[in-house]
T-cell receptor, first 117, second 110 residues
Framework: GPKVLQIPSHQIIDMGQMVTLNCDPVSNHLYFYWYKQILGQQMEFLVNFYNGKVMEKSKLFKDQFSVERPDGSYFTLKIQPTALEDSAVYFC???FGTGGTNTGQLYFGEGSKLTVL | QQKVQQSPESLTVSEGAMASLNCTFSDGTSNNFRWYRQHSAKGLEVLVSIFSDGEKEEGRFTAHLNRANLHVSLHIREPQPSDSAVYLCAVNTGYQNFYFGKGTSLTVIP
């Protein structure tokens, strides 16, 4: 099936540093998402993004978080500065469309594991 | 806020026996329900999507939706050991904001 690629697969950084997680979504998809999963806990929505703008974000999407996709390149999640509680696996997803249709199907990457020391 | 709860937390079935997983949600306006599975903290694999009451089948996976009861289920026909994974229910609220349950850990024994 369609593949979403995430880089890096694992990153370890010191608290307070900046980190950028990269996502290469499915090529013709228009909607992009970030989810956060702390080990052993459920997947939680962070943000969705369309046409260069954040459409929705959750309370987990703190001021230190930002997303962008400059000119069709990677869809990125930047955290600056990082905090200990940001340690988690971050999953990127993309979809062609939205809503109650098959075009709204989200396809997920394998995740970027972030460890903040 | 949407609450999505899955049961049971874990389930063990024998190869070939039907596996049934449950998911309840709190937002009665939700119209977009998806089942995924996750192998060992890897990415999510799409299984089946359902948008209206009734049944939707994708291969060995069948979803049943009853929005009046705020319930969606997944049935796996003839499960194999390779189907052992965590199964996640996702329900939308708002524009395209999916809430996930905590998952059901399925083990299929030969």
């Amino acid at each position: 099936g369609p593949k979403v690629l995430q880089i890096p697969s694992h990153q370890i950084i010191d608290m307070g540093q900046m980190v950028t997680l990269n996502c290469d979504p499915v090529s013709n998809h228009l909607y992009f998402y970030w989810y956060k999963q702390i080990l052993g806990q459920q997947m939680e929505f962070l943000v969705n993004f369309y046409n260069g703008k954040v459409m929705e974000k959750s309370k987990l999407f703190k001021d230190q978080f930002s997303v962008e996709r400059p000119d069709g390149s990677y869809f990125t999640l930047k955290i600056q500065p990082t905090a200990l509680e940001d340690s988690a696996v971050y999953f990127c997803a993309s979809s062609f469309g939205t809503g109650g249709t098959n075009t709204g199907q989200l396809y997920f990457g394998e995740g970027s594991k972030l460890t903040v020391l | 806020q949407q609450k999505v709860q899955q049961s049971p937390e874990s389930l063990t079935v024998s190869e070939g026996a039907m596996a049934s997983l449950n998911c309840t949600f709190s937002d009665g306006t939700s119209n977009n329900f998806r089942w995924y599975r996750q192998h060992s903290a890897k990415g999510l694999e799409v299984l089946v999507s359902i948008f209206s009451d009734g049944e939707k089948e994708e291969g060995r996976f069948t979803a049943h939706l009853n929005r009046a009861n705020l319930h969606v289920s997944l049935h796996i026909r003839e499960p194999q050991p390779s189907d052992s994974a965590v199964y996640l229910c996702a329900v939308n609220t708002g524009y395209q904001n999916f809430y996930f349950g905590k998952g059901t850990s399925l083990t299929v024994i030969p």
